[in-house]
């Protein structure tokens, strides 16, 4: 890893946009939605699946019997959603879901945390203890046929993921140390040789949610430390911006150019934070020209 000391913070916070109310306990997993015009993101304490349409900045939300991380799109429609229980199909119009796979039916307090469809229409998942007292986690993955592969472990927080854009490495990250690793993924698209890519110190917070630009930046958001930063794929701090609430989630590349990053963001420890909780929007010259990769689908 190459360090930088150069952190490049942008103190522009007049040009960041909030497209939601405070509030949201534990903000994550922002989706990009082509098919509906929209990005999907959920408050994972709150219960709640909100979305943010783009065109004219309609919102809705959703109830959830239980904790819900994310939702990922199915090539044949609708969504796969990640649950405290595990796998689900969702249904928006009408609302259902429909249990598929519980990654650790002998661990009742775990629940899935972030998660991401690669190329191969795979869904791969982190998972972690829900108070992550326990490294009791995992890095999963959903195939096609929804038979389920666990592919590393233990975590206490499973994070990321996000993919190189030509698919030959996958990024995945421990929250609770501090470390983002990166795979290669073989011919076959299994994960190896694991080793370290980044690891947070300093005034960095913990890296949580990632995603990857289409000039393979590796985009990472910032628990604790309040910003979102891009690496090169030498693992070169290339510059962060700053964010007004200090933990930062997650983060999505939407629209039509893909040109505009969506960040998530928790109130939940912060109750002195004004925005904490906020889903914000970064666009023209804070991403510096980067724009994102369109998201893949779950094939199954």
């Known amino acids: 890893m190459t360090k930088s000391t150069d952190i490049g913070m942008n103190r522009s916070l007049d040009k960041i946009l909030r497209r939601s109310a405070p509030g949201a306990g534990l903000g994550e997993g922002p989706l990009w939605s082509r098919r509906d015009g929209c990005v999907y993101w959920v408050d994972i304490i709150g219960r709640m699946l909100h979305s943010y349409r783009l065109d004219d900045s309609g919102q809705r939300r959703w109830s959830f019997p239980e904790p819900i991380a994310w939702v990922?799109?199915?090539r044949q429609g609708d969504f796969i959603c990640g649950l405290q229980s595990g796998f689900a199909a969702l249904t928006l119009a009408p609302f259902s879901l429909r249990p598929l796979v519980n990654p650790y039916p002998q661990q009742p307090e775990n629940r899935l945390n972030d998660a991401k469809a690669d190329h191969r229409g795979r869904i791969w998942a982190g998972s972690m203890h829900q108070s992550a007292s326990k490294r009791s986690g995992a890095l999963y993955r959903l195939n096609v046929d929804f038979t389920l592969n666990e592919l590393d472990?233990?975590?206490?927080?499973?994070?990321g993921p996000t993919?190189?854009?030509d698919h030959?490495?996958?990024y995945h990250t421990e929250t609770d140390s501090g470390e983002i690793f990166r795979f290669d993924l073989d011919a076959s698209g299994e994960p190896v040789n694991k080793r370290l890519f980044v690891r947070f110190d300093g005034d960095m917070g913990k890296p949580d949610g990632m995603t990857t630009d289409c000039a393979d930046g590796i985009w990472v958001a910032h628990w604790g430390g309040g910003r979102v930063s891009r690496f090169t794929p030498d693992?070169?701090?290339?510059f962060s911006i700053s964010l007004p609430a200090s933990q930062i989630t997650s983060l999505c590349f939407a629209g039509d150019r893909l040109d505009r990053l969506f960040v998530t963001s928790a109130a939940d420890g912060v109750p002195g934070e004004a925005e904490a909780g906020t889903l914000f929007e970064l666009s023209g010259d804070l991403l510096r020209g980067h724009r994102g990769l369109e998201p893949c689908q779950f094939g199954g």
């Open 72 to 74: 990922i799109e199915r």
């Open 163 to 165: 993919f190189s854009r």
């Open 153 to 159: 472990s233990p975590y206490h927080i499973a994070n």
């Open 235 to 238: 693992a070169r701090l290339d």
């Open 168 to 170: 030959s490495r996958v």
